[in-house]
């Protein structure tokens, strides 16, 4: 009998619990449809790339958002209310044309709510965008730098990779387009070496303005590029000649004159430490007789970059302090005398003329004079050969001039 009482008061606790569950549970709602507004439902289009490959562009209209009012029970209402739970999908696969136009869309929404689980009520609202006609078009890169560049140093071209963009969109926009600018700020100190960087840039106008790319509704194949301004030292280098001695002269006695006497290169700061002179070349005293004027391009190698703009030096070489002698030689002899050949002079004598001191000038015979004639590519019958004098018997005294010649006959045995 008791066990009896005792289960019949459990079955009444039971039902009084349900009971107040049941009264919450329909006083709330959750299982009752009502109508909630859904605001800032995203619109999103599909197969855009179809409209691409047809030359077309959504122009207007690609980023809007619409309202829906939804009824559903107010659990499915939290769901759909979710911060891009439901979008509106157009699909564009089937324009074929620029214009403006209205379509209907198809609503997503999340995996776990249903279709059957809500509707939409009131008016449906349309989309409405515009389709214009898509440009594609290369422009320039360019480079411009804004601040100071260090005493001393020289800053030279911009290099940007890639030199050029393709800018896309609606033909009338796309066409205001001149070129893309990269721009490189220094404010707080001069710049005194080489600037690398990967840099967004702005798109210019004819008008020299920049322009609302974002406003224009233009894009680029590439947001940013690789930009490179090449900061140099600069250095005033002095320009010489080597001097060889000959003709009895040496570097002491000749006075050398180059116009210009420096000029101004460029290039990396460890190239330009170790540069002291530039060589322009060599200049034979023998083959300088009173005062000869060479010209000389000017070489700065590959590492360094002549900023002067000069390209060739003028050298001035005189003679001083030595006395000159011309004298007439008649031993000519001949070596290298090709096989079954005879040769017979043309020439007698020539006169050669000699360099150095007064007194050993003076010293110096006829006699001690060789000219030598070499006969090693010599053919036969009467040709012209050059020759070359030798002096014994004084080191002090030189022959001026290599470009000596003689007649010669060569007459087979």
């Not at 909630?36 to 619109?43: F, G």
């Not at 490959?53 to 759909?80: D, F, N, P, Y």
């Not at 060889?244 to 210009?260: K, M, Q, R, W, Y």
Request: charged share 20%; with cysteine; hydrophobic share 40%.
């Amino acid at each position: 009998m008791e066990n009896i009482r005792e289960s019949k008061w459990l079955y009444i606790v039971l039902s009084l619990l349900l009971a107040i569950f049941l009264w919450l549970y329909v006083g709330s709602g959750e299982g009752r449809e009502e109508i909630n507004t859904i605001r800032n439902i995203p619109v999103t289009f599909t197969n855009v790339e179809t409209l691409e490959e047809r030359g077309l562009m959504i122009s207007e209209g690609a980023e809007q958002t619409i309202t829906l009012e939804i009824k559903s029970t107010r659990s499915v209402a939290m769901k759909l209310s979710e911060k891009g739970a439901v979008t509106a999908v157009v699909d564009v696969s089937k324009i074929t044309a620029p214009g403006s136009y209205t379509t209907g869309y198809q609503l997503n929404t999340p995996s776990s709510v249903s279709q059957i689980s809500y509707s939409v009520v009131g008016n449906v609202q349309n989309i409405s965008y515009t389709v214009a006609r898509r440009s594609d078009r290369q422009v320039e890169v360019r480079g411009v730098f804004n601040g100071e560049v260090a005493d001393g140093f020289q800053r030279g071209e911009f290099s940007i990779t890639p030199g050029s963009i393709t800018v896309s969109g609606e033909e009338e926009n796309v066409n205001q387009v001149d070129y893309a600018l990269v721009t490189v700020t220094r404010e707080d100190e001069p710049l005194s070496a080489t600037f690398t960087g990967t840099m967004p840039f702005q798109l210019i106008g004819f008008d020299g303005q920049v322009l609302d790319a974002k406003a224009l509704r233009l894009t680029t194949n590439v947001d940013m590029v690789d930009v490179t301004l090449p900061v140099v030292k600069l250095k005033e280098i002095p320009l010489t000649v080597d001097i060889l001695p000959g003709g009895g002269a040496t570097a002491d006695n000749a006075e050398v004159h180059i116009e210009p006497e420096t000029i101004t290169v460029s290039g990396d700061e460890d190239a330009l430490d170790s540069v002291t002179k530039i060589v322009l070349g060599q200049i034979d005293l023998q083959t300088i007789f009173d005062q000869n004027t060479i010209t000389f391009p000017i070489d700065v190698g590959t590492h360094l970059e002549n900023v002067s703009g000069v390209t060739e030096a003028t050298v001035t070489v005189k003679i001083t302090g030595l006395t000159t002698r011309t004298l007439e030689v008649d031993n000519i002899n001949f070596i290298n005398v090709p096989e079954g050949y005879t040769p017979e002079k043309v020439t007698l004598s020539c006169l050669v003329q000699i360099r150095g001191e007064e007194e050993a000038v003076n010293a110096v015979i006829p006699s001690q004079l060789r000219v030598v004639a070499d006969l090693k590519d010599a053919g036969p019958g009467s040709q012209t050969v050059n020759a070359t004098v030798y002096l014994d018997g004084s080191s002090s005294v030189g022959v001026v001039g290599g470009d000596y010649k003689v007649v010669v006959n060569l007459r087979r045995n």
